[in-house]
């Protein structure tokens, strides 16, 4: 089993940062693609950034610019650095890993979320 843990949400007004941190374990768990996902008030779960193990990276079209994703993969982690915070990026954020048990079937975790509200 894979736990992800998350932390740095918070509350913080419009034009602010806040960073957010995951930290995955597992034993014997290879990590490919590690990324966030953000779930807003009565919207659906979307993309808000990934990164892979060779460090490509994707971010979701309402973050470029303003959000950084970064990953150590030595310590199976991955953070979330926000700028020029907008009300609209007020939602849950969630850490996601996709990865795998030595030679097993690629597998799906996520973590149980953290808030971020930003104040208008």
């Known amino acids: 089993q894979v736990q992800l843990v998350e932390s740095g949400g918070g509350l913080v007004e419009a034009g602010g940062s806040l960073r957010l941190s995951c930290a995955a374990s597992?034993?014997?768990?290879?990590?490919?693609?590690m990324a966030w996902y953000r779930q807003g008030p009565g919207k659906q779960r979307e993309l808000v950034a990934t990164?892979?193990?060779?460090?490509?990276?994707n971010y979701g079209d309402s973050v470029k610019g303003r959000f950084t994703i970064a990953r150590d993969n030595a310590k199976n982690t991955v953070t979330l650095q926000m700028n020029s915070l907008e009300p609209e990026d007020t939602a849950e954020y969630f850490c996601?890993?996709?990865?795998?048990?030595?030679?097993?079937?690629?597998?799906?975790?996520w973590g149980q979320g953290t808030q971020v509200t930003v104040s208008s």
């Open positions: 996601y890993t996709r990865g795998r048990f030595s030679v097993g079937p690629l597998r799906d975790y």
């Open positions: 990164i892979t193990s060779s460090g490509s990276i």
């Open positions: 597992g034993s014997g768990f290879t990590i490919n693609t």
